[in-house]
């Protein structure tokens, strides 16, 4: 596993440890992706930003990220928005990669210049919005998922 990390991932060993399976995962598929593919990675987090307005949580994978796919946006979501369940609360973050860089560049967004990150989604309304903002292409689809997804989610 080491040397598939080292080959293809500029030895970015923060995927190496038990805890970061995710995060290899995700890098693996997103290597199957076409340049201008797109993606929307789920992570098991959200974006907090620490004392020097850097990414607190993972940051590397983060970095590594940004320095090799255009992300669009990433979205704090509070999972009660989606489960029946409002007893089990999760922090679930979504990414939206649109296409891979052609040269790798730095651009890991800080608290000073992407602020917005930090903030938590907690309705389908600001989840909408937040979508809109992205034009998201075939959002047709994306709208009768919500819609399917409400009707669940009230009875």
């Known amino acids: 596993m080491l040397d598939v990390i080292k080959?293809?991932?500029?030895?970015?060993y923060f995927m190496a440890g038990i805890h970061q399976v995710q995060e290899l995962t995700t890098a693996l598929a997103l290597m199957?992706?076409?340049?201008n593919g797109k993606a929307v990675i789920v992570l098991n987090t959200h974006i907090e930003f620490d004392e020097q307005g850097r990414i607190k949580y993972k940051r590397a994978f983060l970095n590594w990220l940004y320095?090799?796919?255009h992300v669009r946006d990433i979205i704090n979501l509070d999972s009660t928005i989606v489960t029946k369940d409002k007893n089990k609360k999760q922090k679930k973050?979504?990414?939206l990669?649109?296409?891979r860089k052609t040269k790798p560049t730095y651009n890991t967004p800080t608290k000073e210049n992407q602020p917005h990150l930090a903030d938590v989604i907690v309705s389908f309304y600001e989840l909408w919005e937040r979508f809109k903002e992205n034009k998201i292409p075939m959002i047709e689809i994306m709208i009768k998922q919500l819609k399917i997804a409400k009707r669940q989610y009230e009875k």
């Open 32 to 35: 199957t992706m076409k340049d």
């Open 97 to 99: 990669v649109n296409g």
């Open 93 to 95: 973050m979504l990414i």
């Open 67 to 69: 320095k090799h796919y």
């Open 7 to 12: 080959q293809y991932f500029d030895n970015a």
